[in-house]
C-alpha cells in the first residue's frame, strides 16, 4: 500500500524498526549518512548498504540486501530512481515490511510492484524529517511542517 497520510507514516515508523539504508554514504556531510545516524540515535536499528564500505556509523556494512543476516523492517532507499526495481525486487524477496524512497527517489513502477506484494511504501519522503515531523523532533531550524500541536504520541521503545 502507498503510504501518504499521517497515520499511515505514524504506523510505518513504529512498526519498522529495522531499516537497511541502500545507498549510505560514509561520509558525515552526506544526507543518508546524517538521516540514518539520526534514526540509529532515536533507536532505531540500522543496516549499512554499500559494496565501497565495511562499515559505517559503526555498524558493518553489507554489499546488497541478500547479504543482510538478519530480518529487515524497512528497506530505505538512496539511490537513483532508474536503480530502485532490482532494490523493491530484493526487498519482496527478502520479506520486508516496506519500501521507502527518499526525498527525489521517484520510481512508480517500483513502488506499485512493491505495494503489490503487500509492502508499505513511501515514495519522495526522508524518515528522518518525517519521524521529527511526527514524533515532535523539529523546531525553528527544522522544517514547516502546517501541522500544529501541542501533544506529540511517543513513539514506542525498541523491543528486544
Same mark, same amino acid.
Given at each position: ?8 507514516? &505514524? &504506523?510505518?515508523? +513504529?512498526?519498522? /524498526? ?17 538521516a540514518?545516524?539520526?534514526? =540509529? ?17 559503526? @555498524?558493518? %556494512?553489507y ?15 538512496? *539511490? #537513483?530512481?532508474? !536503480? ?6 530484493? $526487498?519482496? *524477496?527478502?520479506?520486508?515490511? %516496506? ?9 512508480? +513502477?517500483a513502488?506499485? #510492484? ?5 509492502? !508499505?511504501?513511501?515514495?519522495? /519522503? %526522508? ?5 521529527? /515531523? ?6 525553528? $531550524? ?8 501541542? #501533544? *506529540?504520541?511517543?513513539? @514506542?521503545? =525498541? @523491543? +528486544?
Amino acid at each position: 500500500m502507498i503510504i501518504d497520510d499521517v497515520a499511515g507514516l &505514524r &504506523r510505518v515508523l +513504529q512498526g519498522n /524498526r529495522v531499516i537497511a539504508v541502500v545507498g549510505l554514504s560514509p561520509n558525515w556531510n552526506r544526507p543518508s549518512y546524517f538521516a540514518a545516524k539520526y534514526m =540509529l540515535e532515536h533507536g532505531y536499528t540500522i543496516v549499512p548498504v554499500n559494496p565501497g564500505a565495511s562499515e559505517i556509523l559503526g @555498524q558493518k %556494512c553489507y554489499p546488497d540486501l541478500a547479504a543482510i543476516p538478519v530480518k529487515v523492517d524497512m528497506v530505505d532507499v538512496f *539511490r #537513483k530512481p532508474e !536503480d530502485v526495481m532490482p532494490i523493491a525486487d530484493t $526487498a519482496i *524477496r527478502i520479506g520486508a515490511k %516496506c519500501l521507502w524512497l527518499q526525498l527525489g527517489v521517484i520510481n512508480q +513502477q517500483a513502488a506499485d #510492484k512493491a505495494s503489490a506484494a503487500g509492502l !508499505d511504501v513511501v515514495v519522495d /519522503r %526522508c524518515v528522518k524529517i518525517e519521524y521529527a /515531523r511526527l514524533f515532535g523532533g523539529l523546531n525553528y $531550524a527544522g522544517v514547516n511542517t502546517g501541522i500544529i500541536s501541542a #501533544k *506529540r504520541p511517543p513513539c @514506542q521503545p =525498541l @523491543q +528486544q
